[in-house]
């Protein structure tokens, strides 16, 4: 298991770790605090999130933008430094094995956060033979501060003048003293700021960072309120959205990853399968109290109409609700739905339109 240096915290607030690790690291699932109040406190005024699960790769040297385009379905050459950009990661049958969010730091150096996918054995195998170097992150801790006051809390501790970030820009400041990289961004469908700092002062930043919220209404948040929020925001986490294995970008709505041109892993497969989709991920609503089951089939009348892959029950919505993959059959916003959980229970519902939670992504934008 890896080490966090920031357990102490969660334990303080009643996380007793204990309910799975993500990435051989243990997370904090829930606190003593109720995870409906640490949404609504991210929602309408800001929260905090330790998001040092996360595995991050650095790909430095003379090919480092060769080895990232390999790995990568997007044109990474292309991006400039000091941004960042979702990208998907493929093996040879064009079927997608990582989430990644790549940051270029330098003109020969990128930054690449990961889930728990393919990318350590990937990475590897596209930068032999390179002029490149790689090297993950061991001593790194990404902490999330999120909502529309998060630049509010964190502005008058930091160098860089936060309002003016762009979504996905980055840059190397002081914040709190400490030398960090921020990020406009963020997991929750609201707008924020991601901090990347050293272990060592991770401690400090999410002390400072909490005694600084404290006059506006921040509130530390578990992985369950993120995973709450990134659904209702209708964004996806690999494999959960992904569980059958073999699943394309164009299913799930990723086909703006993918570059028409370049030489990576994938590419002629995933193309080949632009216009074959098996189903495409959409919204549902169930007609019940709390959040039906990952896994749960969706039946239109007495067809298998697809597969529900990321559920909650939204208090902030007041809705029971779930990502899924719909067959063709499923896919007409207002279809009648029916969904099976595995233990045989069904749940009439109906499909709606995805993201639950601000679809026009206004909220990201607004600092």
Not at 230 to 252: H, I, K, N
Not at 310 to 316: D, N
């Amino acid at each position: 298991m890896r080490n966090n240096v920031l357990d102490s915290r969660h334990r303080a607030l009643g996380s007793d770790l204990g309910g799975g690790s993500y990435n051989d690291m243990a997370v904090p699932w829930s606190y003593a605090s109720d995870p409906f109040d640490e949404v609504a406190a991210t929602r309408t005024r800001a929260g905090l999130f330790d998001l040092s699960a996360v595995l991050t790769a650095r790909v430095g040297g003379p090919e480092a933008a060769v080895v990232v385009d390999h790995l990568l379905s997007c044109d990474c050459q292309a991006l400039a430094v000091g941004s960042a950009r979702v990208a998907s990661e493929l093996n040879d049958a064009g079927h997608i094995v990582d989430d990644v969010i790549v940051l270029r730091a330098a003109d020969d150096v990128f930054l690449l956060c990961h889930g728990g996918g393919a990318t350590p054995d990937n990475l590897r195998a596209s930068a032999e033979g390179r002029d490149a170097n790689v090297r993950w992150e061991d001593d790194l801790n990404i902490l999330a501060v999120q909502g529309p006051r998060a630049a509010a809390v964190l502005q008058p501790h930091c160098a860089q003048d936060l309002f003016k970030l762009s979504w996905f820009e980055h840059v190397e400041t002081t914040l709190f003293g400490c030398q960090v990289r921020v990020l406009c961004g963020g997991f929750t469908g609201e707008h924020g700021i991601e901090i990347y700092c050293r272990a060592d002062d991770a401690g400090k930043l999410w002390d400072a960072v909490v005694d600084a919220g404290r006059d506006h209404g921040l509130m530390p948040g578990s992985w369950t309120a993120l995973n709450t929020m990134r659904t209702e925001a209708g964004l996806l986490f690999y494999p959960l959205d992904m569980p059958e294995g073999d699943v394309t970008p164009w299913e799930v709505g990723l086909g703006w990853t993918i570059a028409t041109e370049g030489d990576y892993r994938g590419r002629a497969a995933v193309l080949a399968a632009r216009g074959k989709e098996r189903f495409r991920l959409g919204g549902i609503w169930v007609r019940h109290e709390v959040a039906v089951e990952a896994g749960a089939t969706i039946l239109v009348g007495d067809q298998d109409a697809g597969l529900v892959t990321s559920p909650i029950y939204s208090r902030f919505l007041m809705q029971s609700v779930a990502l899924a993959h719909l067959k063709p059959a499923a896919q007409a916003l207002g279809t009648t739905i029916q969904v099976k959980n595995p233990d045989g229970t069904v749940y009439d519902g109906n499909v709606v339109r995805c993201p639950f939670y601000d679809p026009m992504r206004l909220r990201i934008t607004k600092k």
